[in-house]
């Protein structure tokens, strides 16, 4: 197909003003257990080229991820949408806060040729919220999975969405066109959401994912949390069972990690066997998948783990 010419890229220079004045809050030393592979070799640059050539952006690049080295090299990549510009200001995530740009019309054109000629069996689509817009970006979400769905019809589909808190009818449109697995994260636990996500609210994010379900329940549905920001095991637990009893399937545990000194500071770095505990716990409570370590991240192995999603239903 032909696509559109690419729009140029966001600017990265916008980067958190409302933490600029905050005073720096140096990250702890990585333990031994948490080593990310560099992004280099011929496939990190080809995936590259692909993205700068489409003018797309990813959550890769744009949250600093640890495992892009690890994705890249395998030829995956989460890609980002509605722009590279947030409209919050979460304590935890690196993607810039500002005003953003009008939604680029072409995008989704673009993300369906990028998905083919990577050859990607399972893709994951995420954004950035945008708050300023109707609906928060749900009918770009629909016109995203419809241009894939067209291009690539044996690639199934995870999207990973913001709370689209105060937008009516945004997750039943996007629930009418059917992605493969439909994810939104609760990132921490009740009592650190002033904090951690000051925009956001835990039971509104709760009900998207119940709403899902309650729309589609053949849909798979996810979710995730950051531990090592000062959660109890006992507030975990809680959440876990907060899940279950909105449906939820796969759950997904990884050690938050801090992208500069001006973002949240680590309270601590679990250790593998205490993520292995906590993967234990989370299967004893029902969970069909749960991916549970200091490197993982909602999308990382994604290809994989739906796979493994749809057996353990089957």
């Known amino acids: 197909m032909t696509v559109p010419p690419p729009s140029p890229r966001t600017a990265r220079s916008v980067r958190h003003p409302e933490k600029q004045n905050k005073p720096d809050n140096p990250a702890p030393p990585k333990p031994a257990w948490i080593r990310a592979r560099a992004p280099v070799g011929p496939e990190v640059e080809a995936t590259n080229a692909v993205m700068k050539t489409l003018s797309l952006h990813t959550v890769c690049e744009e949250a600093a ?21 947030c409209t919050r200001a979460c304590a935890f995530c690196n993607v ?68 689209f808190m105060r937008k009516p009818g945004a997750v039943a449109r996007i629930v009418e066109v ?12 009740p009592r650190l959401y002033p904090t951690i996500r000051p925009g956001a609210r835990y039971f509104t994010s709760l009900r998207l994912l119940a709403e899902v379900k309650e729309r589609n329940s053949a849909l798979f549905t996810k979710s995730g949390l950051m531990l090592g920001l000062g959660e109890t095991l006992e507030e975990v637990a809680q959440v876990m069972d907060d899940l279950r009893a909105a449906g939820v399937e796969f759950l997904t545990l990884g050690q938050y990690l801090q992208p500069t000194p001006k973002h949240a500071h680590v309270d601590r770095f679990v250790t593998p066997d205490e993520f292995d505990h ?28 739906f796979a493994k999603l749809k057996a353990a239903r089957g």
Do not use: Q, Y
């Open 278 to 305: 906590l993967a234990t716990l989370a299967r004893a409570k029902g969970f069909l998948m749960v991916a549970s370590s200091p490197l993982t991240r909602s999308s990382f192995h994604a290809d994989e783990d």
């Open 178 to 189: 059917k992605p493969d697995v439909f994810s939104h994260n609760l990132e921490t636990v």
């Open 65 to 85: 991820c640890p495992n892009i080295g690890d994705c890249w090299k395998r030829r995956h990549a989460t890609f980002l949408i509605l722009g590279a510009i």
């Open 96 to 163: 810039a806060t500002g005003k953003p740009l009008p939604l680029d019309p072409h995008e989704p054109e673009r993300l369906a040729e990028a998905v083919h000629r990577m050859g990607l069996r399972h893709v994951v689509i995420t954004s950035v919220d945008r708050d300023d817009l109707p609906d928060g970006g749900a009918e770009h979400f629909v016109r995203v999975i419809e241009a894939v769905r067209r291009d690539s019809p044996e690639t199934t589909i995870e999207i990973l969405t913001p709370d």
